[in-house]
């Protein structure tokens, strides 16, 4: 492979990490300008999906269903775990939309930080893949939810990441990912 075609990849994927961080990020700002909150929030998770699928993997396969299972356990037990700790209540009433929004945003925002940003960061190792993707992922929801949220999502992004890194697929987090933020609402 050519020396050219070896730098456009990394270059490429930081451009697609930082466009995809700041559409994240901006959520807030796009929803306050006048548009269509849900169809503006559909768009940007389709953007991410399509984005994160049509990039060319380049990380090791998958583990089998049989390893998939506990770790996908763990991280969901360390989610109900946190929901019964935090306690509160949902803040909107269990609605359709609700559920569909969660759900496509979890998958969405997996797709990108545990399938897209994991592997981009991998090169550079297993610990800067999990660790930049978790921080990464913690940092978009500041705009959304405020700087009062950071640990909490630092800590999510570390259990998403480490079951990216223990099972080889961003469909365990998306699993784990779905199931958290059904949580919230119930």
Request: net charge positive; glycine share 10%.
């Amino acid at each position: 492979m050519s020396e050219r075609v070896t730098l456009a990849r990394p270059r490429a994927a930081a451009v697609v990490v930082a466009a995809g961080s700041l559409l994240l990020g901006l959520r807030p700002v796009l929803l306050r300008n006048g548009a269509h909150p849900t169809a503006t929030l559909v768009a940007l998770f389709i953007a991410l999906l399509v984005g994160g699928l049509l990039w060319p993997r380049q990380s090791s396969a998958p583990a089998g269903v049989s390893a998939a299972v506990p770790v996908l356990v763990v991280g969901v037990g360390a989610f109900v775990l946190g929901r019964v700790i935090g306690g509160g209540h949902a803040p909107q009433p269990l609605a359709l939309r609700v559920v569909v929004l969660g759900t496509l945003a979890a998958v969405a925002e997996e797709i990108f930080f545990r399938r897209f940003v994991y592997d981009t960061l991998l090169p550079g190792g297993a610990l800067l893949a999990v660790l930049g993707s978790a921080g990464l992922f913690a940092l978009v929801h500041v705009t959304v939810y405020g700087w009062w949220v950071l640990p909490i999502d630092v800590a999510a992004g570390l259990v998403l990441s480490w079951q990216r890194w223990a099972t080889g697929s961003w469909k365990v987090p998306a699993v784990t990912h779905v199931l958290a933020n059904l949580l919230v609402v119930l």
